[in-house]
């Protein structure tokens, strides 16, 4: 028993990398806030619809109200922001539990999310916690480590528990999903025949021309999938105890890992799989986690240099009270701008609260004589707003929110009870194809259907008493 005691408080407390730590979290919380942003913000059209919603959790179905557009938006809108903060202004893990916990919540609060890869991101923003958020090194990687391995985690060491309870959890994820592929449909291929067997994949083709089957092609990859799954399995639960230990030998099981990793979720992408940014995550992860630590230590240290070099003058021109208390205000007027210009249901309620939340906190922390927190706040959250505008600018995120949302009126139309019901939908359609058709690409404009919505309303007027 002691034994067993003493190497479960050796794997989760014992010595990790601080320069792994601090980019892991760092570039998971950056990849989430831009995956909210491109992919999660236009699905809050899904709710509220016909105020009907089950909960992933049946207690929650009773105790909440029906989610609407805006409350999604807002939770994720939050989760977003507030893990900008954590990649880029090195806010603390206090702020990584409020973007697990809002996140968390915007999918158990209903059905309609139910990519399983967001439970994963759950878990995985949740061990996070458990990792502090550290600044770069500001030491030169070249000078540290001298008379050392490259890789030795020693001379830069830390305590956090979240980062093996992160490898653990990637164990019991990979595991589970290669057991059960084990079914007969996924052994013998004939899972991924259904699904891509009428489409043209190169890799197939290639293999075809050279005079393979097409059943011994989906056979192949079915089996590597299930082989390469139970293998992350066994490199990721081992990953700690392999930097710890150090050697040839473990080294190369990690990057036999990393190898692995890349070639899969490569492959999960060249497939084409609906999972949206899933792959990017087990990449960034697998980079940060299993890649050799010289690069990460050198990058760290780059990071450090130009903070030192560029950000570091003008913190010192601006610590002052007068100075953190405009930069507040303007930041926080700057955050409101930009996230109203989001034109989403939610968003000028996001905006209220996020420039209040940066604005406050500039506040508090000039009172307190805490100049650079309080102008770091303000900056990052200036920033994060403009990403988050810039995001959802460049891509169609409100295009396809507002053609989504007039379709779905459209759709349920003809379930209309009264006329004064079926008016308020039309109206309503009407409202969203005008949204759409605003941010519309050019091939793709909306005016047919607001021809139509025009005409329908028109007829209803004409037949009404």
């Not at 601090?22 to 989430?32: D, E, Q």
Request: with cysteine; hydrophobic share 50%; charged share 15%.
């Amino acid at each position: 028993m002691t034994r067993l005691t003493d190497a479960f408080w050796s794997y989760f407390y014992g010595p990790v990398s601080r320069v792994r730590v601090t980019w892991l979290i760092r570039i998971l919380a950056l990849v989430f806030a831009f995956d909210v942003w491109f992919n999660m913000l236009e699905h809050g059209w899904r709710y509220g619809a016909e105020g009907f919603n089950v909960a992933h959790i049946g207690w929650l179905t009773q105790l909440q109200p029906v989610p609407d557009a805006s409350w999604y938006v807002m939770l994720v809108g939050i989760a977003s922001l507030t893990a900008f903060g954590v990649a880029v202004g090195h806010f603390g893990r206090g702020c990584l539990g409020v973007v697990a916990a809002t996140f968390s919540y915007s999918w158990l609060m209903s059905m309609l999310d139910s990519y399983q890869h967001h439970y994963l991101l759950s878990l995985l923003l949740a061990c996070g916690v458990g990792m502090p958020v550290m600044a770069f090194g500001a030491d030169s990687p070249e000078d540290d480590a001298a008379g050392e391995d490259a890789d030795d985690v020693a001379f830069d060491a830390i305590e956090a528990w979240g980062y093996p309870l992160m490898c653990a959890t990637l164990t019991l994820v990979y595991g589970f999903a290669a057991f059960a592929k084990m079914e007969p449909g996924w052994r013998t291929g004939a899972v991924l025949t259904e699904l891509f067997g009428g489409e043209s994949i190169w890799m197939r083709d290639l293999w075809m021309g050279l005079g393979g089957g097409e059943a011994s092609f989906w056979w192949g990859v079915g089996l590597s999938a299930v082989v390469t799954q139970l293998f992350l399995a066994l490199v990721y639960g081992l990953a700690p105890v392999a930097e710890r230990r150090g050697g040839k030998g473990w080294h190369l099981l990690r990057t036999a890992g990393l190898v692995a990793a890349i070639g899969f979720h490569a492959s999960v992408e060249i497939l084409e799989f609906n999972i949206q940014w899933f792959s990017y995550y087990m990449l960034a992860v697998a980079l940060i986690s299993l890649g050799p630590l010289a690069p990460l230590r050198w990058l760290d240290w780059g990071f450090a240099r130009l903070r030192e070099t560029l950000l570091t003058p003008i913190r010192e021109q601006l610590a002052s009270l007068e100075a953190t208390v405009v930069v507040g205000f303007v930041s926080g007027l700057g955050v409101m701008i930009a996230l109203i210009q989001l034109d989403l249901p939610g968003t000028t309620s996001l905006a209220i609260l996020s420039s209040l939340a940066v604005t406050g906190t500039a506040l508090v922390s000039s009172a307190r004589g805490q100049y650079a927190t309080g102008l770091r706040v303000a900056v990052v959250g200036m920033l994060a707003g403009l990403c988050a505008w810039g995001s959802v600018t460049y891509d169609e995120t409100r295009f396809d929110f507002y053609r989504y949302t007039g379709g779905d009126l459209q759709r349920r139309l003809p379930g209309a009870g009264t006329t004064e019901e079926r008016r308020r939908m039309l109206e309503q359609a009407l409202h969203a194809y005008r949204k759409a058709e605003r941010y519309s690409p050019p091939d793709e404009s909306r005016r047919d259907d607001i021809q139509t919505i025009q005409q329908k309303l028109e007829i209803l007027d004409d037949s009404s008493p």
